[in-house]
């Protein structure tokens, strides 16, 4: 359960968890990646996700964020016990040689 002693990894691990219920390979990347590989260096306040393949039904991928506490608002998923928002990049993501994707297991 999410709640607001919830970490950007568990909060993400959680959401990718719900994710892969539904068959699809999420992905953290961008500054939250950067962040549950190097905290100490940096700290992102939000969750940035590429699905692999895409998303067949954009409904279903609300309802099972809805499921867990989150609500979609102009593009972003909210949860009302965290901080952390969930942002969903097109995929494919395209890596910089200084970024980072970190895979994320629940």
């Known amino acids: 359960m999410i709640d607001e002693t919830s970490t950007l990894a568990e909060i993400a691990a959680t959401a990718a968890g719900a994710l892969r219920e539904l068959g699809y390979d999420p992905v953290v990347v ?5 962040t549950l590989h190097a905290p100490e260096a940096y700290r992102s306040a939000d969750i940035d996700m590429v699905i692999i393949g895409g998303v067949r039904q954009n409904a279903e991928v609300i309802d099972k964020l809805a499921a867990i506490g989150f609500a979609l608002q ?33």
């Open 30 to 34: 961008g500054g939250s990646a950067a």
């Open 74 to 106: 102009n593009g972003m998923f909210f949860h009302k016990q965290s901080p952390y928002t969930i942002e969903f990049v097109p995929s494919p993501v395209m890596m910089a040689p200084s970024g980072f994707c970190v895979p994320l297991m629940s």
